[in-house]
């Protein structure tokens, strides 16, 4: 069983950074794409951000230019730095990785963006 583990969130004020981590318990090469999705109380789960193996990286258009995904493979981890953040970025942060076998999901790490 794939398991991933998200760590890194907490509380930070606009215009602040934080980077998440995605400790996945394969190697990276295993899976299609890792992404990051968000959900905000009330709201749908988004996606964020995603990454292949190869390095081909795509961004929501409402992130583009402040997050950007990266990994470290020999560690089997996924990172998202977040930088110049918004009010609208707090939400419950969740990595995903995917196969052709289906989707394997963390169970979250919680984003605050509060002055």
């Known amino acids: 069983q794939v398991q991933l583990v998200e760590s890194g969130g907490g509380l930070v004020q606009p215009g602040g950074s934080l980077r998440l981590s995605c400790a996945l318990s394969?190697?990276?090469?295993?899976?299609?794409?890792v992404s990051w999705y968000r959900q905000a109380p009330g709201n749908q789960r988004e996606w964020v951000a995603a990454?292949?193996?190869?390095?081909?990286?795509r961004y929501n258009d409402r992130v583009k230019g402040r997050f950007a995904i990266s990994s470290d493979k020999p560690k089997n981890t996924v990172f998202l730095q977040m930088n110049r953040m918004k009010f609208e970025d707090s939400a419950v942060y969740f990595c995903?990785?995917?196969?052709?076998?289906?989707?394997?999901w963390g169970r979250g790490t919680q984003v605050i963006v509060s002055s």
């Open positions: 995903n990785a995917r196969t052709g076998d289906g989707d394997y």
């Open positions: 394969e190697n990276l090469s295993s899976f299609d794409t």
């Open positions: 990454t292949t193996y190869g390095g081909t990286r």
